[in-house]
């Protein structure tokens, strides 16, 4: 994965009325933090951390912070946004060690065209769209690939069906369904009205059954 380089200037003022007047001045109040380096208050410019944060890697980018002349080996993390226009009102660079592994999120992307699944007018259904990961920095993939080519109605893709990178690791469950072939609504709804139907059957034969129980009880009664 290719590191990226941000500008970042220390010595920031605190409180919100002095970010507010950052964020005006076009910079993003941030923080530098990670084992063995004291949180250190700084701003970056808000069109760079953009761009540095819109390539495919996303908040998976590997990025040196430079401060004050010292270079800080970093992911964003923990962003803060604006409730209503979403722009990023504060961000979190943790320091990460190139040589350990540090956990990540990646997005599954699903490839290949399910056209049994189509033909039976089936429907592709994701459930997992990103996978949870541990690798060192440099080899977190920028994203992950799902086949379901071969999907059918009932079959799935699962987690251990994704071939992951040298060196990338999940701890999530190699059965998790990722991707699975679902029935047409129609046929699932029909499906389930007749299952209804059943149970409602069941369920008017017992009232039956319990009166004739009772009229042999009656019978009795009247014999005594």
Not at 108 to 117: A, K, N, Q, R
């Amino acid at each position: 994965m290719a590191e990226l380089t941000l500008v970042a200037e220390a010595g920031r003022p605190t409180g919100t009325s002095a970010a507010r007047r950052l964020r005006h001045e076009g910079r993003i109040p941030a923080v530098v933090y990670g084992p063995g380096v004291a949180p250190v208050p700084v701003t970056v410019v808000a069109r760079e951390l953009r761009s540095a944060l819109s390539t495919d890697a996303g908040l998976n980018a590997v990025l040196t912070l430079q401060v004050d002349g010292k270079r800080y080996l970093t992911m964003a993390r923990a962003l803060q946004r604006h409730p209503v226009r979403g722009t990023v009102t504060h961000v979190d660079f943790q320091v990460v060690d190139p040589n350990r592994e540090i956990t990540a999120e990646v997005l599954i992307t699903l490839v290949g065209e399910p056209l049994e699944l189509h033909r039976a007018d089936g429907i592709l259904d994701q459930q997992i769209f990103a996978l949870p990961i541990k690798a060192r920095p440099a080899d977190i993939p920028t994203s992950l690939e799902a086949d379901v080519s071969g999907l059918v109605i009932g079959a799935a893709v699962r987690v251990s069906d994704i071939t992951l990178p040298p060196g990338v690791v999940t701890d999530l469950d190699p059965e998790a369904v990722v991707a699975a072939g679902q029935a047409p609504r129609v046929q699932a709804l029909e499906e389930g009205a007749e299952g209804a139907e059943g149970e409602a059957a069941e369920g008017a034969a017992a009232p039956g059954e319990g009166a004739g129980d009772g009229g042999s009880g009656g019978d009795t009664g009247g014999e005594s």
